[in-house]
């Protein structure tokens, strides 16, 4: 139950992160996902500086990994939000649950029954549904470059997904996130000043709530893969795609289908059904 309690967290933080991004469209995606991880380290830093925490580090190379491909993710996650939409770009980006699930099986030895890919399976489903909204079949035909890079986003964030888990085994929650962020703003430092532009008041109030919600949704991810497989947490990781529908609808005024309301449902289900299997086997 902690797991999921942490994993609903964490989905909520990320709706209102990408809301603020959509918002922040008008700034470049590497000064915003630069911003993201200074926050967050400076967040951390904070934190260790007053004892609330301690960071300690084991497995160096594999925090490195982590950072790295995590904050690939991150930063094609913040360009697909800003160039296809908080929904499209979202959907797309968290497709990574079946790179995780599939590579889980290989480097961790995992198993998944057949609830768990009966669940992967009704989940893709209802993506697909979701991914259908306001455009039919003919978004398939514009799998576009952004559309790539969302998945090549999506593929990163599988890796680093897999890579949290196994490093559960060594170090603390902090540390993970540490590594992250510190990688990440050495991936983007360069490119988020190659072209000056004054940020403002408005822009940086928004870089600031950016970096606070996915700090919060990350570490409480995060900690949530402490109590749940990489298969049930990727699952759980997919109410963030439907929360971002009803924000779209809600805040941006988006129409959301029928076929969107079924989608979101057939998610939602799978995700509370693979959780309860989860908790009662373990």
């Not at 991150?74 to 939000?81: A, E, G």
């Not at 979202?90 to 995992?110: Q, R």
């Not at 949704?217 to 893969?225: A, R, S, V």
Request: hydrophobic content about 55%.
């Amino acid at each position: 139950m902690k797991g999921l309690v942490l994993m609903g967290g964490s989905a909520g933080a990320f709706c209102v992160m990408a809301s603020l991004i959509k918002y922040a469209s008008f700034l470049d995606p590497y000064r915003t996902t630069l911003f993201r991880f200074v926050i967050g380290l400076g967040l951390l830093g904070v934190a260790a500086l007053f004892g609330k925490l301690k960071l300690h580090f084991v497995n160096g190379w594999l925090l490195f990994f982590r950072g790295l491909t995590g904050g690939a993710g991150v930063f094609f996650l913040f360009l697909s939000i800003m160039k296809l939409g908080i929904a499209k770009g979202t959907i797309i980006s968290y497709s990574y649950p079946i790179f995780a699930s599939i590579m889980s099986v290989i480097f961790l030895k995992e198993r998944i029954g057949v609830l768990k890919w009966g669940a992967i399976a009704i989940a893709l489903v209802g993506i697909s549904l979701l991914k259908s909204e306001g455009e039919g079949m003919t978004m398939f035909a514009k799998f576009g470059k952004y559309e790539a890079l969302a998945l090549v986003g999506a593929l990163c964030s599988g890796i680093a997904v897999v890579s949290i888990k196994r490093l559960h085994e060594t170090d603390s929650t902090y540390a993970i996130f540490f590594a992250q962020c510190v990688v990440g703003l050495w991936l983007m430092i360069i490119p988020a000043n190659l072209v000056p532009r004054a940020i403002g008041y408005a822009g940086g109030i928004l870089l600031l709530g950016i970096g606070i919600f996915a700090t919060v949704g990350q570490l409480l991810m995060t900690e949530g893969y402490r109590y749940l497989s990489v298969t049930s947490g990727s699952l759980l990781s997919m109410l963030v795609p439907v929360l971002n529908f009803f924000a779209g609808m809600l805040v941006f005024h988006e129409h959301l289908s029928l076929g969107a309301i079924i989608g979101s449902i057939l998610i939602i289900t799978s995700c509370v059904a693979v959780t309860v299997n989860q908790e009662n086997s373990g």
